[in-house]
Nanobody, 124 residues
């Protein structure tokens, strides 16, 4: 059974850093585009970053560009999100997701496997 499990969330002060990890089990992630999304209370789930199958291609939302970096280790079946210079508006539940397609997509509708999420809280 395919499963994604996120870890690494927590409480951090503004300006701090966190590294989220997503451990995949079941089918190898090497065949899939992988992404990170987040959802704050009362808001829709929004795209954060995605990475192509080989790890060469990445794309990040404008709101996190220059602060967040997505990476993957296909040998270990893991995806990471390094988050630096965190802001209170980054507070949300962060989800790892596996895409149905071979191209990077910003739409959550293009992802069909999701983790349970990990809470990130940034205090001011």
């Amino acid at each position: 059974q395919d499963e994604l499990v996120e870890s690494g969330g927590g409480l951090v002060q503004a300006g701090g850093s966190l590294r989220l990890s997503c451990a995949a089990s079941g089918r190898p992630i090497s065949s899939y585009v992988m992404g990170w999304f987040r959802q704050a209370p009362g808001k829709e789930r929004e795209f954060v970053a995605a990475i192509g199958r080989s790890g060469i291609s990445t794309y990040s939302a404008d709101s996190v560009k220059g602060r967040f970096t997505i990476s993957r280790d296909n040998a270990k079946n893991m995806v990471h999100l390094q988050m630096n210079s965190l802001k209170p508006e980054d507070t949300a539940v962060y989800y790892c997701a596996r895409s149905t397609g071979v191209l990077i997509s910003l739409s959550p509708n293009e992802y069909n496997y999701w983790g349970q999420g990990t809470q990130v809280t940034v205090s001011s």
